[in-house]
């Protein structure tokens, strides 16, 4: 069962922030977030790990509660840039299904 | 940067045809995915490999097939292709790190349209 994501979308204006969460069903070990530009291939954000371990390539924070099976993704002061469909999930190997349905981003100026 | 790659970027065949599409890596990964997805959305697995002579299916069912015969190269093949085959294919691979999984990194994808 794939993880479930919301909002599925939202509108901001530059320099609003947003929380995007995805939660799951199942047990998660960890957690990875990906960005993906329209007509373009997924981009990694970060992976999450039990214990509080983070590994990310951009300014974008987030969080996993392990215990809630819960994972948020904080976009702060959202710039043109941020648009696009950010997808969560667990990795595959551990559970069949990985990617949640994703949740839309759109940041107008 | 990554350096994974797929061709072809755009494919369309008629019904019937046999087609294979290839995904090349050069990171020395060990785990390769191909995933399918419709335009606007989600991502669905449709093949992993853990490394050269594994593979697996995903979440999604698929009548592709997959080979690992080297580490660098996954390609899937449709014996028959049909209307309903039509969609986008990404490939990714990642690498193992410490036990745990590690990022994926995505080829441009493979725009197949099925008349």
């Known amino acids: 069962q794939q993880p479930v994501q919301s909002p599925q979308a939202v509108i901001l204006r530059e320099g609003e922030d947003a929380v995007i969460n995805c939660s799951s069903s199942?047990?998660?070990?960890?957690v990875h977030w990906y960005r993906q530009k329209h007509g373009e291939a997924p981009v990694f954000l970060m992976i999450?790990?039990?214990?509080?371990e983070q590994k990310g390539h951009e300014k974008i924070s987030a969080s996993f509660n392990e215990k809630k099976q819960q994972s948020s993704l904080y976009l702060t002061a959202s710039q043109l840039s941020y648009s696009g469909t950010y997808f969560c999930g667990p990795p595959p190997g551990g559970f069949k299904t990985i990617f949640g349905a994703g949740t839309r981003l759109f940041v107008k100026a | 940067e990554a350096d994974i790659y797929q061709t072809p970027r755009y494919l369309v065949i008629g019904t019937g045809k046999k087609i294979t599409l290839e995904c090349s890596q050069t990171m020395g990964h060990d785990k390769m995915y191909w995933y399918q997805q419709d335009p606007g959305m989600e991502l669905h697995l449709i093949h992993y490999?853990?490394?050269?002579?594994?593979?697996e299916k995903g979440d999604l069912s698929s009548e592709s097939t997959v080979s690992r015969i080297r580490t660098e190269h996954f390609p899937l093949t449709l014996e028959s292709a049909r209307p309903s085959h039509t969609s986008q294919y990404l490939c990714?691979?990642?690498?193992?790190?410490?036990?745990?999984?590690?990022?994926?990194?995505f080829g441009p994808g493979t725009r197949l349209t099925v008349l």
């Open positions: 999450l790990l039990k214990g509080g």
């Open positions: 199942k047990a998660l070990y960890s």
């Open positions: 490999s853990y490394g050269v002579n594994s593979t």
């Open positions: 990714a691979s990642s690498e193992w790190d410490r036990g745990l999984y590690n990022e994926q990194f």
